[in-house]
């Protein structure tokens, strides 16, 4: 018999109790949040996902669950410094439509970076990362430039080690890693100069989700219609999407274009 969302909050419940936690279930969207009572700050699990993923492995997928949330919970509450950690400051892309402040109301750090983009910043803790807010920022007497200048540098020094494809005459570059910044490798301007230099034709750069980035020399007008199709799949399928619109590359500058697809490629 198929688990109800009644039932998996109960199970919940009794998963994430903590006189410090608040715990509610909102019906409508069918999710459940856990929060420090003090700072607001928490997490929202979607339900029907849970319970999927209960199906597939049973409660050890709660457990797995119980586990993340908790040291995300505890990671919320720790008091990071940006003196020393200079190397562990990366930039993140993000869409607009991103949030601009944390749970707690306290505005994130961001800059502009194209019409659908913009860039945060992000202290990495290893396992995961805190985006940095305008708080930590004043506390450690940071400026915004200095931010951006340190981040720009670890995102140059991550090693680019792009997968190549040539379909239909068009060579398309694949980055991924899989190490969080992805996607933030667009902010290497030595390497997309690089992708220029040697390009034949256009170069179209896309960030669909923040797990990848493509680059692609674009020497026929069937390789837009490709590139269109791509970047809007990998953007339905990104655990966190960017933009399904690529980005012309032309003078230090992206530009992003609407290709409508003519040519649908062959299987």
């Given at each position: ?24 279930f ?6 459940y ?8 700050q ?33 990671m919320?509450?720790?008091e ?8 562990s ?5 993000r ?50 430039d200095?931010?951006k ?26 980055i ?16 997309l ?5 040697n390009a ?19 020497k ?29 590359y ?18």
């Open positions: 018999m198929k688990m109800t969302s009644i039932k998996m909050k109960r199970k919940l419940d009794e998963l994430f109790t903590n006189e410090e936690w608040r715990v509610s909102n019906r409508d969207e069918d999710t949040r856990i929060e420090w009572k003090d700072t607001k928490g997490v929202t699990i979607n339900i029907p996902n849970v319970i999927a993923k209960h199906e597939r492995r049973g409660d050890i997928a709660l457990e797995e669950l119980q586990f993340h949330i908790s040291e995300s919970l505890n919320m509450r720790e990071h410094q940006l003196e020393g950690q200079e190397k400051i990366f930039p993140v892309i869409a607009t439509s991103f949030p601009k402040k944390t749970k707690a109301g306290t505005r994130l750090v961001y800059t502009k970076h194209t019409a659908e983009t913009n860039v945060y910043y992000a202290l990495d803790l290893g396992t995961t990362y805190q985006l940095i807010d305008e708080k930590m920022l004043e506390e450690q007497g940071w400026s915004i200095r931010l200048e340190i981040s720009l540098f670890n995102i140059r020094s991550l090693p680019v080690s792009p997968r190549k494809d040539t379909v239909a005459g068009n060579d398309f570059y694949f991924a890693p899989q190490d969080g910044y992805d996607a933030s490798r667009i902010l290497n301007e030595a390497f100069e690089e992708m220029k230099a034949v034709g256009e170069v179209v750069v896309a960030v669909p989700h923040q797990d990848v980035l493509i680059v692609a020399d674009m026929n007008e069937t390789g837009y219609d490709i590139m269109a199709q791509m970047t809007m799949k990998f953007f339905a399928e990104g655990r966190v999407p960017i933009t399904s619109l690529p980005f012309i032309e003078d230090k500058h992206l530009e992003p274009i609407f290709i409508l697809a003519k040519n649908k490629p062959k299987e």
